[in-house]
Every structure is written in structure tokens, then in C-alpha cells.
């Protein structure tokens, strides 16, 4: 395909360049089964990275995994576009159906657990596939999205981070290669090459928080107090990457060094050593143990409230959330699972 010198910025060359500096700085392209996990709604952001990786990762595999959370009426219409387009680049395609309301947990939004659900479902796939790597669409704009919406709402420093560009859960990598493009650049890359993706309708209602900030807040922002704000939110998160690395490695350092014997547990803690700490050590650790353990995301005022009743209570029970209960009883702090909620 021939562009012009207006368009240079979005040619094969270009684009390429930026793939293998993402793959290496990330670290996809080292992957060690040869294989990718792509994870596909059908719109512009991940049918701009499905392209990329079909374009430039030819000689490896490439799974596309697609999730129908089954909330829209034609959420069977997305799917359908996916294994459509996933058929005409020869591409092998997997379908996961979710039923939001009898998978979403006590006192969850749908977009909160639309986006564990999803999470688990990939990660699925990706062990029945034998993959390593799953790779997502976030971009720019999803970053600076982000940190802003956890700000607003009451944030520490690891949501203020944003989206990482690159994180692990349940062993499985999970890869961000279109975090530093935006979402009308990625669009472009589709137009020039007639490249069609699906709209989500719903991704313009204003009742969700996220969409009022994407709609509304940030273009008032961008018109009336800095026309720069995306880059500048998204530089801002990504200099607080740095503080957050250095408090989670404190946190693993913290929580192997309050581990006690499992006893068949899903985890427990020595609470004389959870309570020499400082109240910032502490939490922490806490914050630790829910990564380790793959649970919910604790708020900053349940954390604090769970890191006093260590340090003032005796016995006592918290209710983490998610099915996950933690007592404390005899000087030993343990973590269960079990279906009161």
C-alpha cells in the first residue's frame, strides 16, 4: 500500500518500527511458546491490534479470543464480526459466552464485573491453549482515562499508576503494546486501509462514569484548562509506575516475611509481626496479599479500616469481599474462602 507524505506517520514502515520497539521494551516478542493471546471485542483499539500482530508476528501463532458478556442487544453482532474477520485473515478464533448477572458478585458494578469476568476468561484460555501471553488493546487515551477516573474517586498511588503496560496474574503476562497511541491514531491506521471495526453504542452513555469522563470532562478540560491533558495524565502515570514498583516490591518483600505455614489455607499471616510495622508498611502488605491471592482490589478506606482492626483488635472477622473472609484468632491472621456472600 502506497501513502503519501501526509500519511507517513501511519505507513507499514512506521508502524513496524514501533511493533518490534513495543515487543522488545515489553517483551512479547521473547514470549517463550511462540504463541499470543489476543483478546478482541471488534472495536477499532483491538481490530487496530489484531491487524498489527497478524502484519508483523507472522511467523508466530496467534489465538483470538473473543468475550460476549451477552449485556447489549447485539452483543451476538460484535461476536459474529470477530469470527467473521477472524476467518478471513486465518485467523483460529475462541468464543466465551458470560451470563453478567448470575457471575457478578455482591456489590459489584456490570463494568466491574464485566472486566474480572473477562480477565478470568482469558486467563482460561489461555491455559487450555497452553499460552503464556495475552495481549490487549489500551490505549493512550485509556491510560489517561484512567488515572483520572481513579483520582476522582479516591485513589493511592497504585491506581493513580493507571494501566500497567505490562502485568502478571495467575502466571499468564499480560502485554499492552498500544498504550502510548491514541485512540483516533489507531483508528486512522484502520481507515487508510479500509479496515472496518465495530462501534459499542453504549460506549456513548454518560451514565457510566467512564464515558462521561471520555465525552464530557476531558474535552471541557482539554478546551478550557490544557489542550495537552491526555499526554500530560498519561506521563503522570506512568512517573508514578516507578513509586508503585518500588511499594509492591516492598510488599513482597513484607508478606513472605509474615507467611506462616499454609495448614490448608489460602494464606496466614503472623499478626505480632503485622503489628511492629508502620500503619504505610502495613498496608502495603495487605495490598500484597489480595495481588497474590488474584482478589478484588481493596478501597483506601477498607484497607485502612482492615490495617487498624490489625493493629488495635484481637480476635475479628473481615469480610474482604469477592467470597474471601479474614479472621483473626490466636495471633494468626487467615485468609478463606467460602460462599456467605
Known amino acids: ?90 485467523l483460529k478464533f475462541i468464543l466465551s459466552n458470560v451470563d453478567i448477572n448470575s457471575e457478578k458478585l455482591k456489590g459489584e458494578s456490570v463494568e466491574t464485573s464485566a472486566r474480572r469476568i473477562r480477565q478470568q476468561k482469558l486467563i482460561n484460555i489461555a491455559e ?16 489517561a482515562e484512567t488515572v483520572l477516573f481513579n483520582i476522582l474517586r479516591g485513589t493511592g498511588i497504585r491506581g493513580a499508576a493507571g494501566i500497567l503496560p505490562v502485568n502478571e496474574i495467575a502466571g499468564i503476562k499480560f502485554y499492552r503494546p498500544l498504550i502510548n497511541l491514541t485512540r483516533e491514531y489507531l483508528r486512522e491506521i484502520l481507515r487508510l486501509r479500509n479496515i472496518k471495526w465495530c462501534e459499542d453504542y453504549t460506549n456513548n452513555d454518560t451514565d457510566y462514569t467512564r464515558n462521561f469522563i471520555r465525552l464530557k470532562l476531558i474535552p471541557f478540560i482539554e478546551e478550557n484548562i490544557n489542550p495537552g491533558v491526555i499526554n500530560h495524565l498519561a506521563d503522570f502515570g ?80 473481615f469480610q474482604w469481599g469477592g467470597g474471601i473472609f479474614v479472621t483473626a484468632s490466636e495471633g494468626v491472621l487467615t485468609y478463606e474462602r467460602n460462599n456467605r456472600t
Open 1 to 90: 500500500m502506497e501513502l503519501n507524505k501526509i500519511n507517513y506517520k501511519y505507513s507499514d514502515y512506521v508502524l513496524k518500527k514501533y511493533f518490534f520497539s513495543v515487543g522488545n521494551e515489553q517483551g512479547f516478542l521473547n514470549n517463550n511458546n511462540n504463541s499470543v493471546l489476543i483478546g478482541v471485542s471488534g472495536g477499532g483499539d483491538s481490530v487496530a491490534l489484531l491487524w498489527m500482530f497478524k502484519k508483523f508476528y507472522a511467523d508466530k501463532k496467534i489465538i483470538v479470543a473473543h468475550i460476549n458478556h451477552n449485556i447489549r442487544n447485539n452483543s451476538n453482532d460484535d461476536a459474529e464480526f470477530v469470527k467473521n474477520l477472524c476467518a478471513e485473515w486465518n
Open 128 to 143: 487450555n491453549n497452553n499460552i503464556d501471553s495475552i495481549i490487549l488493546g489500551h490505549n493512550l487515551n485509556d491510560m
Open 238 to 317: 506512568q512517573d508514578l509506575r516507578i513509586l508503585r514498583d518500588h511499594e509492591e516490591l516492598k510488599g513482597h518483600e513484607l508478606l513472605k516475611l509474615a507467611k506462616l505455614e499454609n495448614d490448608k489455607k489460602l494464606l496466614r499471616l503472623n499478626i505480632k509481626f503485622l503489628r511492629r510495622l508502620s500503619d504505610y508498611e502495613r498496608k502495603l502488605l495487605i495490598r500484597e496479599s489480595g495481588r497474590e491471592l488474584n482478589l478484588i482490589t481493596l478501597s483506601r478506606n477498607k484497607c485502612e479500616k482492615f490495617s487498624e482492626l490489625i493493629k488495635k483488635s484481637g480476635s475479628f472477622e
